[in-house]
C-alpha cells in the first residue's frame, strides 16, 4: 500500500504570506496526485488535480507541482478564506490513501 | 450540475448494521466510478472502496474487508454502502464521492456526508 506523508500537520501564517505544504508519497506515483481543501462541517472540495492542475473556479493562488514521490502545495498569498485543512490524495493504485492533513491558521 | 445526495444521519447500537445511500444526478450514473471515504470526528480522511456503477464490480480496503458492502440500483441512480458490526471506533461521517471514468481517477464531487453514531 502507498503511504502518504504530508508536512506540516499545522501551520499559521500571516494574511498575505506564501505558503507551502508537502505531501511525500511512499513509492513513485507518477502525477496521480489531488489536493482538497475541507472547512469545518464540510466536504472536502477539489482544488488540484493530477498535480498541477487546477480545478474550475478555484483561484489561481493555488498552484500544485512535483513528480514522482514528492509534491507541494502552494499558496501564493494567504487569504481569510483560505483557513481550512488541506489534504493530499494518490490515485495511482488501489487502495487509495490520504495525507494526514495541514490545518492552515492566521496568525 | 453534477450532485451526490447522501442519507440522513443514523444512530446504531453496537454489532447493528448501518446502510448509507448516495443519490447521484447531472451526469450518467453508469460511467463514473463511485468511492466512500470516512472521517472521524477531528481526524484525516479513510478510503474505504470503489464500486464500479456500470456492473456493479467492487474493491475494499482490507481494513473493511468482510463488513463492508457497496452496492448500486442503475434504476435510482443511488450508490449504497453497508457496515456491518459496527464498533464505536465506526462513528464517523460517511462522504461518497465521483471520481472520473478510468478505475484510478481523482475525486471530482463529493456527497455531503452521513453521520454516523454507534453508541450503546
Known amino acids: ?107 | 450540475q453534477v450532485h451526490l445526495v447522501q442519507s440522513g444521519a443514523e444512530v446504531k447500537k453496537p454489532g447493528a448494521s448501518v446502510k448509507v445511500s448516495c443519490k447521484a444526478s447531472g451526469y450518467s450514473f453508469t460511467s463514473y466510478y463511485v468511492h466512500w471515504v470516512r472521517q472521524a470526528h477531528g481526524q484525516g480522511l479513510e478510503w474505504m472502496g470503489i464500486i464500479n456503477p456500470s456492473g456493479g464490480r467492487t474493491s475494499y480496503a482490507q481494513k473493511f474487508q468482510g463488513r463492508v458492502t457497496m452496492t448500486r440500483d442503475t434504476s435510482t441512480s443511488t450508490v449504497y454502502m453497508e457496515l456491518s458490526g459496527l464498533m464505536s471506533e465506526d462513528t464517523a461521517v460517511y462522504y461518497c464521492a465521483r471520481a472520473g471514468w478510468q478505475l484510478l481517477s481523482f475525486f471530482h464531487y463529493w456527497g455531503q456526508g452521513t453521520l454516523v453514531t454507534v453508541s450503546s
Open chain 1, 1 to 107: 500500500d502507498i503511504q502518504m506523508t504530508q508536512s506540516p500537520s499545522s501551520l499559521s501564517a500571516s494574511v498575505g504570506d506564501r505558503v507551502t505544504i508537502t505531501c511525500q508519497a511512499s513509492q513513485d506515483i507518477s502525477n496521480s496526485l489531488s489536493w482538497f481543501q475541507q472547512k469545518p462541517g464540510r466536504a472536502p472540495d477539489l482544488l488540484i488535480y493530477d498535480t498541477s492542475n487546477l480545478e474550475t473556479g478555484v483561484p489561481s493562488r493555488f498552484s500544485g507541482s512535483g513528480s514522482g514521490t514528492d509534491f507541494t502545495l502552494t499558496i501564493s498569498s494567504l487569504q481569510p478564506e483560505d483557513i481550512a485543512t488541506y489534504y493530499c490524495q494518490q490515485h495511482e493504485e488501489l487502495p487509495l490513501s490520504f495525507g494526514g492533513g495541514t490545518k492552515v491558521e492566521i496568525k
